[in-house]
């Protein structure tokens, strides 16, 4: 058995990609290594757009794989960084809000 909860955590800060963010989400889940192999760690970095709540509906969607923080504005270290904190997969990768596999 394993000591990792999840091959791949995702890490991705978001702030003000509302256009964007649901493609870039897509694209991932999309990926044929199996989602269930991915914890998808969205920080809404104080985003004062729709981006926090586009995160929560997918959230809602997949509660097993994707995971979000609200937190205040502290720029794109920060919000990794918390990301990496929450991270349980065996590779950490991050991925950026307005990219698209």
């Given amino acids: 058995m394993s000591e990792y909860k999840y091959k791949f955590s995702i ?3 978001v702030y003000n990609v509302e256009h964007y963010l649901a493609e870039a989400i897509d694209s ?3 990926q044929d290594i199996g989602f ?3 914890q998808f760690i969205l920080i809404d970095d104080g985003t004062p757009d729709n981006s926090g709540a586009i995160c929560d ?3 809602a969607k997949y509660p097993n794989n994707i995971f979000v923080v609200h937190k205040e ?8 960084n918390m990301g990496v904190a929450l991270a349980e ?7 950026d809000s307005d990219d698209k596999l």
Avoid: L, P
Wanted: aromatic share 14%; charged share 15%.
């Fill in 11 to 13: 890490i991705t800060a």
């Fill in 28 to 30: 991932i889940i999309a």
């Fill in 36 to 38: 269930e192999n991915v």
């Fill in 57 to 59: 509906e997918y959230a």
């Fill in 73 to 80: 504005n502290g720029g794109v270290s920060s919000a990794r």
């Fill in 89 to 95: 997969g065996k590779y950490v990768n991050f991925f």
